[in-house]
């Protein structure tokens, strides 16, 4: 998965040739249990461009970017303005932002890649396809973010 630090939201394209062919759908009872995890503290952030779901790293003041809803998940309102959405306030404006999503628009922002090294090994994302069908994720292709899973 691709890991980066910077500043600031990411913005996202929205044009219908940058959509998933693979991302989670999220509807109302999945993502409010999801964002309802004991001792989370998820924070959101939001402009006109959609929600950020947030959660502090547990260092240096590091926040990392847990999912992005855009504005036209209206389905979804009622449960993100749920989280808490007080500024994050931190002296760090650095944010960390793991997953895989080609609609991120990295030129022009202030992020850069974590060197492997410095990668966990929980980051190495694996999927087989134990049907008959024997079908493969196009990493290219797919969107998956921290709020997939039980990372921060």
Same mark, same amino acid.
């Given at each position: 998965?691709t ?5 600031g939201?990411v %913005?996202? %394209?929205t044009e ?15 993502l /409010?249990?999801r964002l309802k ?6 924070q959101a952030?939001?402009?006109? /461009?959609?929600?950020? *779901? ?8 590091i ?5 992005w809803?855009?504005?036209?998940a209206q389905?979804?309102?009622s ?6 959405t ?8 650095v944010?960390?932002? *793991?997953g895989m999503?080609?609609r991120?628009?990295w ?6 890649d974590?060197?492997e090294?410095? %990668?966990?090994?929980?980051?190495n994302?694996?999927?087989? /396809?134990?049907? *008959?069908? %024997?079908?493969f ?16």
């Amino acid at each position: 998965m691709t890991v980066k630090l910077g500043l600031g939201n990411v %913005k996202r %394209k929205t044009e219908p040739s940058a959509l998933p062919c693979f991302q989670v759908k999220w509807e109302e009872a999945s993502l /409010d249990w999801r964002l309802k995890r004991p001792g989370a503290n998820y924070q959101a952030t939001s402009n006109s /461009d959609g929600t950020w *779901i947030w959660r502090t790293t547990g260092t240096c003041g590091i926040y990392a970017e847990m999912g992005w809803f855009p504005t036209e998940a209206q389905q979804l309102k009622s449960v993100l303005y749920q989280v808490d959405t007080k500024p994050i306030i931190t002296p760090n404006p650095v944010k960390l932002w *793991i997953g895989m999503d080609r609609r991120c628009e990295w030129p022009g922002y202030w992020y850069c890649d974590l060197p492997e090294s410095f %990668k966990p090994s929980p980051l190495n994302f694996l999927f087989k /396809d134990l049907t *008959i069908f %024997k079908r493969f994720l196009d990493m290219e292709t797919a969107q998956i973010s921290l709020l997939n899973f039980d990372a921060y």
